[in-house]
Structures are given as structure tokens and as C-alpha cells.
């Protein structure tokens, strides 16, 4: 197969949702699709314990957050599938956030019986931001949840992006009949746990359906599907490439139901990868020659070998283990030997690999996050990974002062892999990290002592809202504990605001004064 062939027929996409909304259900299904386990419920090491048997760091097994889950891959049908797994939760991190800078699609569930909650709309911003096509899966029809109109309507409203709804359903929880697919042009039948029984539109006048046409929930479904032909928004595969639009897909991944047609339409018109901007211009995914960024670095997986594994999204050409390449940020070349392939079970060598693919390289501490490895002669390196705006702040210090040296070597090294993010009180210089979530702080921690010798005492400020300032003079006068000025490593400065309540009280009193935020989405 040619590169052309085996980049077109590559999805790969992260799951994004607010925990409990049923990610890990729905990841279960497709990997029975994928044949990757053959009953549901082996995944979540979270209650089950499944992976207490095997050697990440320490953290990682009390946590029960499991490596090899967060890469899957697996061949559907013409495609072959990648899904990235965002954690959440408190194990919600930067990673999380990076995890999104490798994708190409994005899948977004949302749980019918909430509607739109606090962590998609943290991760849908990512995606607005870099312009990923997002498919929604409402999940839990089984349930009695929020209106059809609602739901539209919350995610129009409150994501401000256009819906399109693939299907609706007919009912929900006790009443629910199934799904009108109105790509497929064809009626899904809920059985309960039953198989589905799936109906072309035109054979829906029998007899032996007459029972359930005749239900007021699927008359009351038709005439909102009438609605939706007049009065909603047209399909626009351009829109949904481009992230201003968001197919919707109503079903439950518990029952399961509706999941196989979402993942034929998803894995249908989902995108393969696309060329990716270099400081030398837009790198096709069909060049032959490889290339790649590394988005995560996973350390200490294995306590007994102290290494580490940096994740490396191939952008280009062909990958084949033992290949050199060189690392652009220095011009080094390295041999890229041990290299790991994460499937949902174990950790397999990987031989080759296509643009889209995700590949764990043996890191032999050499990587950073966002560094660019390449083939050949070529030389130039992809766009810089965004920083993401911290809300958990907390000062650090060392518990043993005469440690100061190992301190200051280990904070600057993980700083610089982009662990935890750092800041400076704006007078007495004193530290204070940074991070998106809880986690950061247990791995920073656990590393300080690990990895550097040194015991640190972390005192949290609280969540804080940061906000740049553009200026490059600051009347220091302005600020106090509450609304904490602290320069970033590039000595920028930001304020640290309390609350939203602060934050808004300084905006109204010092309105001279340009605040930015980093996360806004235009
Ligand atoms: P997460 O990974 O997004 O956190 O969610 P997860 O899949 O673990 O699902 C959260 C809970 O919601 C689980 O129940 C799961 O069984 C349930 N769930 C997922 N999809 C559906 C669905 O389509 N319908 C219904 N009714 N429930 C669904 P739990 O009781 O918290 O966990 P468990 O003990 O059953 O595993």
C-alpha cells in the first residue's frame, strides 16, 4: 500500500467528555468493534483493579490510570483506527489538553440527562481553538434525560457551534423506540438489550411495525424531524471539517445502541490527517520522507529501568523502527530503536507507522514536549504546542533549604519538559506552579523526590484566573495577594485573580489596563 493509501485510511481521534457522561463505555464498544477485548467491562482499571499487575510509576498504580489505554489502535473495517484518550477528572492535566494538539477529529459525549458540562467545555475550547472537527454523541436515551430541542439547543447555545443532527430519536428512557437515521435514511429499532432491528424508511408502514408508529412518541419524533428538515441547519461536510459545525448522534453506549452507526458515519467522514504548519511551511502527511512531534513524555513507567517514553504523533512519510532521525530543536540524530506501539492490553513493538499513528520512542531523556523529529535532509520543525492557562496555583518550596541546588536543577528540567508550568511572585521571586489539574502536582511531587532527591512543600494559593498583561511597565501598586502580579518564564507578566468577582472589579476600575487571556476563543 502506498503512503498516500495507508495516510487516507487512518482516523485518529480523542474521546472528550465529562467523567460519568460514559467515555469509557462507549471506548469499550469500539474496541469490541476493533476486536480488542472480548467483553465489555475490561477496560476500566479504575474499579476493577485489572492493571494492578503491571509496572508503571507508582502514582500511576494508585491512581489505576493506565498507559497502555491511552493510545488504541485497531483496524475497522478499511480503516485504521487511533483513539487518544483524554483523562479527566483528577487525572485531568496538561496532557489532556496536549493529547488534543495530535489529533484530528475529535468525538464529544455528552450525557443526555445533564446536558453540557464544566470539562467539555474545557476541552471543547482546545478543539474550537485549533479548528477540530468535533462529532457529538449524546448518550444515555436509555435514561429519561433533557428534551432532543434541549439538548440542540444547549450545545448551539452554550459552545455557540451549529448542530446537525444524524439521527433522532423517538422517545427516551422507558418510551424510547429507537432513532430515525436521517443519513442512513432508515429507522433503528430499540430492543433493550436486544440487537437493534434496523428499518429503511420505506418498510415502516407494515403491519408489524404498527404498534410503534402508532406510538405518540414517534409521531411526536416525525413532526420533529419535519421541523428539522425546514427549519434547521444544512448538512455541510465543509462546516463539520472546519469545526463550525457538529454532526450529532443520539444512542447509548450502554445498551448498546445506535454506536455502530455512529462509528460507520463517524469513521466515514471523519477526517484523515491533514498537512500540519512547519516553520518552513505545510508539511503533506503523504511526504515520504517521516516526521513527527512528540506531544507527551510519559516518566519512570518502569521504576526498575527509570525510563521514559515520549509520544510521538507521526506527521509524515514512513516510520520503520531502528531509522535515524534527527531531533531539530539541536540538529542531533538519534536512532529510534525501542519504540512501542500502545494497544489496549500491552505494549507491542512497533515496526511501522503512517502519518496519523501514535508511537511511543524509548526517551532517553533527550525530548522535549513539542519537539520535532525528523528524516533526511529536511529541517524545520512544527508549530510550537499552545500553553495552556493554569487554574491551580500553588507556592512550592524545598523542605531542606541546604537542597536549594537540587531544587532549582529539578523544577527547571521538569518546567522545561512541561510538567507543571512556573511563575514568579513579580518582588520576592519565590516559585509558584502552575497546572490545569490536581494530577500535575502528585507527579511533580513524586518526581522532585524520585528523580532530584528533594522533598518539597507545596502551600496552595487556590484556583486562580490568570490574565497577561501587555504592557511592559506595570504599576506594582496595583496588585495584592488577592490579585497576585507573577511573571511568567518569559518574564511576562500576569495577574493571578482570585475570582471572577476580582477579576471584573479590576476590569471595571483600571480599564486602561489590557488583560489577556490566553484561552479565548475567537
Ligand atoms: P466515563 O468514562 O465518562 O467516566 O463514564 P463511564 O463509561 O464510566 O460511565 C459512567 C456511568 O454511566 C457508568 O455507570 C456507566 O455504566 C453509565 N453509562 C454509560 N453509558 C450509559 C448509557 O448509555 N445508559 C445508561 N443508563 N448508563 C450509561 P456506573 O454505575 O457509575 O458504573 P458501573 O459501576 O456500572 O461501571
Given amino acids: 500500500m502506498s503512503i498516500h493509501d495507508e495516510v487516507t485510511r487512518r482516523r485518529t481521534f480523542a474521546i472528550i467528555s465529562h467523567p460519568d457522561a460514559g467515555k469509557t463505555t462507549l471506548t469499550e464498544r469500539l474496541l469490541l468493534f476493533g476486536n480488542l477485548i472480548r467483553s465489555a467491562g475490561t477496560v476500566k482499571g479504575k474499579k476493577t483493579g485489572k492493571y494492578a499487575t503491571s509496572d508503571w510509576m507508582e502514582i500511576e498504580k494508585q491512581r489505576g490510570i493506565s498507559v497502555t489505554s491511552s493510545v488504541m489502535n485497531f483496524p475497522y473495517n478499511d480503516y485504521q483506527v487511533n483513539i487518544l484518550d483524554t483523562p479527566g477528572h483528577e487525572d485531568f492535566s496538561e496532557d489532556t489538553y496536549r493529547t488534543l ?11 443526555a440527562t445533564k446536558g453540557i458540562e464544566a470539562q467539555t467545555i474545557k476541552l471543547f475550547k482546545v478543539c474550537r481553538m485549533r479548528g477540530i472537527p468535533i462529532f457529538t454523541f449524546i448518550n444515555k436515551l436509555d435514561r429519561e434525560g433533557k428534551e432532543p ?10 459552545l455557540d457551534i451549529e448542530t446537525y443532527p444524524m439521527n433522532w430519536p423517538a422517545g427516551m428512557g422507558k418510551r424510547f423506540l429507537g432513532i430515525f437515521d436521517r443519513y442512513g435514511e432508515q429507522f433503528i429499532k430499540y430492543n433493550g438489550n436486544e440487537e437493534e432491528t434496523v428499518i429503511p424508511y420505506a418498510e415502516l408502514d407494515s403491519p408489524d411495525y404498527r404498534e410503534m408508529t402508532e406510538h405518540a412518541s414517534f409521531s411526536t419524533a416525525q413532526e420533529e424531524l ?6 434547521g441547519d444544512d448538512f455541510s461536510r465543509e462546516a463539520v471539517l472546519k469545526g463550525k459545525q457538529t454532526p450529532v ?16 458515519t463517524f469513521v466515514s467522514m471523519a477526517p484523515a490527517p491533514t ?13 515520504p520522507d517521516f516526521s513527527g512531534f512528540i506531544f507527551k513524555i510519559q516518566a519512570n513507567m518502569n521504576p526498575a529501568h527509570r525510563d521514559r517514553v515520549a509520544f510521538l504523533r507521526v506527521c509524515s512519510g514512513k516510520f520503520e523502527r531502528g531509522m535515524t532521525v534527527k531531533l531539530a530543536r539541536t540538529g542531533k540524530t538519534i536512532k529510534l530503536a525501542q519504540t512501542q ?31 520535532t523529529l525528523i528524516e533526511g535532509k529536511g529541517d524545520f520543525e512544527y508549530a510550537e504546542l499552545p500553553q495552556f492557562p493554569p487554574e491551580l496555583f500553588k507556592k512550592v518550596t524545598a523542605k531542606n533549604v541546604m537542597k536549594s541546588k537540587q531544587f532549582k536543577k529539578g523544577i527547571d528540567q521538569l ?21 490545569v489539574g490536581e494530577l500535575q502536582y502528585d507527579v511533580f511531587k513524586y518526581r522532585m523526590k524520585n528523580e532530584y532527591n528533594v522533598e518539597v512543600m507545596l502551600e496552595s494559593i487556590g484556583e486562580r484566573i490568570p490574565r497577561w498583561l501587555t504592557a511592559d511597565k506595570v504599576d506594582e501598586s496595583l496588585f495584592d495577594e488577592r490579585n497576585l502580579l507573577v511573571r511568567d518564564r518569559e518574564d511576562n507578566y500576569l495577574v493571578l485573580f482570585k475570582n471572577e468577582f476580582s477579576l471584573r472589579w479590576f476590569k471595571d476600575n483600571h480599564p486602561d ?10
Wanted: avoid cysteine; charged fraction near 25%; charge should be negative.
Fill in 341 to 371: 506501539q500502545f494497544v489496549a492490553s500491552s505494549r507491542d513493538t512497533v515496526e511501522e507507522a503512517f502519518a496519523g499513528d501514535i508511537i511511543g520512542v524509548y526517551d532517553p531523556n533527550a525530548y522535549r514536549i513539542g519537539d
Fill in 249 to 264: 448522534f443520539f444512542g447509548s453506549a450502554l445498551a448498546p445502541f445506535g454506536v455502530q452507526t455512529f462509528f460507520d
Fill in 513 to 522: 489596563v489590557e488583560l489577556i487571556d490566553l484561552f479565548e476563543v475567537n
Fill in 226 to 231: 419535519e421541523l428539522l428538515d425546514e427549519a
Fill in 415 to 435: 518546567v522545561q519538559e512541561g510538567a507543571i508550568q512556573l511563575f514568579k511572585h513579580f518582588r520576592s521571586e519565590s516559585y509558584i506552579l502552575g497546572a
Fill in 101 to 111: 494538539t495530535a489529533v484530528d477529529s475529535v468525538v464529544m459525549i455528552i450525557d
Fill in 149 to 158: 430541542f434541549e439538548l440542540m439547543e444547549e450545545i448551539e447555545q452554550v
Fill in 275 to 287: 498537512p500540519r504548519k512547519s516553520t518552513e511551511g505545510v508539511v503533506s502527511p503523504d511526504n
